[in-house]
Structure formats: structure tokens, C-alpha cells
């Protein structure tokens, strides 16, 4: 495979302490959330799907059983993001790909916002890409593979912002709204729940 190949990566390993239930299992627009992630970043057509799963393995296996997705067991969830982030480093170095990063939770994402940053990143393919909103940079986000060993480095409960914005090579930034919201709190599901902009067939 061409070092120009994208694995969107589906961040879906973590135990959502905050919410106080799975996110993976909040039903937004008729189905579980991990499920409407992994079917959008399908439907956004621009590399394999891999999804990075920890807590509640196999019962959050079974919600997406049917869909063409690659699945890899993150052993190491409770230390936190940067395990995740690293299995997710480590599936693109086997396809000699980089890393679109998607958190299972940004339940706005729609398939053109993953898209759009595949061809920000193929025009600069040196360069990270983030989402920016407002105040907010960060994931859906790719990380090119001159960060992976980098994120590789990583440990705990930390993403790959420090590095990406340390680099000589400032990130590339798509504007996209969306990114904003995710599921942190019992409010945030309330509102996801009532969630029901994009549906695919």
C-alpha cells in the first residue's frame, strides 16, 4: 500500500466515567453511537476502518458485528487516551498508512467533515490536520507519519495535541462546527439523544 493511504481510526476504547454510562451504547438517531460513528466514517469512502476498542469489549463488538470494520483490542484502556491513540498509530504503520483519528463520541461528525480533511491533508501530506471551531482544535483529526512515533511516545490520559502544535510544521485546520460537541456529561447525552441531522440508508 502507498504511504498515501488513510485509516480512519475509531476511538471507541474508553470507560466513560464522566457520562456514567457507555458512550459507545447512547442511542443518537436510532442507534448506538459507536455504530452511527463507524458507519460514518465508512460513508465517508477515504480508507479502512479501524476500531480501537477496551472497556466493555465484546458487548461494544457485538453493536457493529456486521459492519466492515477491522477491530483491535486496546489491552491497556485505563491508562488512558494515549493507548488508544497508539493502537490506532499502530494499525496504520501495518497499512503504511496515517491516522485519521475519530472519537467514537463527536456524534455531530457527518462523512463530509472527514472528507474535507482528507484532501486538506493530501494537498501538505507532511502536515497534521485538526478540526477547528471557535476555541476548540482538535480530533477528527489526521495524524501524518511523521508524528507517529511521536504518538508512539506517548503515556496516560493525554492526546497528541502537545506534539502536533510543537512541531516545526504547524497543523492545517478545517473549520468544522460539528467537531464541538461530543459526549462528556449526561447533559451532552440528553441533547444527543434528541440528535437527528444525519441519518445514511
Not at 491513540?85 to 467514537?104: D, E, F, K, T, Y
Not at 480533511?117 to 471551531?133: D, Y
Not at 511521536?150 to 490520559?157: C, E, F, M
Request: net charge negative; proline share 7%.
Amino acid at each position: 500500500m502507498s504511504r498515501l493511504d488513510i485509516v480512519v481510526a475509531v476511538l471507541a476504547a474508553g470507560a466513560s466515567r464522566r457520562l456514567g454510562r457507555p458512550k459507545q451504547l447512547v442511542h443518537v438517531a436510532g442507534e448506538p453511537q459507536l455504530r452511527r460513528q463507524c458507519r460514518c466514517a465508512l460513508d465517508a469512502a477515504i480508507g479502512d476502518v479501524v476500531v480501537i476498542l477496551g472497556s466493555n469489549a465484546d458487548q461494544h463488538r457485538r453493536v457493529i458485528s456486521d459492519l466492515p470494520v477491522d477491530v483491535c483490542i486496546n489491552e491497556e484502556w485505563t491508562e488512558g487516551l494515549a493507548a488508544t491513540l497508539r493502537r490506532a498509530i499502530g494499525a496504520a504503520q501495518q497499512r503504511r498508512a496515517v491516522s485519521l483519528v475519530l472519537p467514537c463520541d463527536q456524534y455531530r461528525i457527518i462523512p463530509e467533515d472527514l472528507r474535507a480533511l482528507s484532501e486538506m491533508w493530501r494537498q501538505m501530506p507532511s502536515t497534521a490536520c485538526l478540526s477547528r471551531a471557535e476555541g476548540y482544535a482538535g480530533p477528527p483529526a489526521i495524524l501524518p507519519v511523521e508524528h507517529h512515533n511521536d504518538v508512539l511516545r506517548l503515556r496516560g490520559d493525554v492526546g497528541a495535541r502537545a506534539i502536533l502544535f510543537a512541531s516545526e510544521l504547524p497543523p492545517a485546520e478545517s473549520i468544522d462546527p460539528r467537531a464541538m460537541f461530543d459526549l462528556d456529561s449526561p447533559e451532552d447525552a440528553t441533547i444527543a439523544e434528541a440528535w437527528n441531522e444525519w441519518r445514511s440508508p
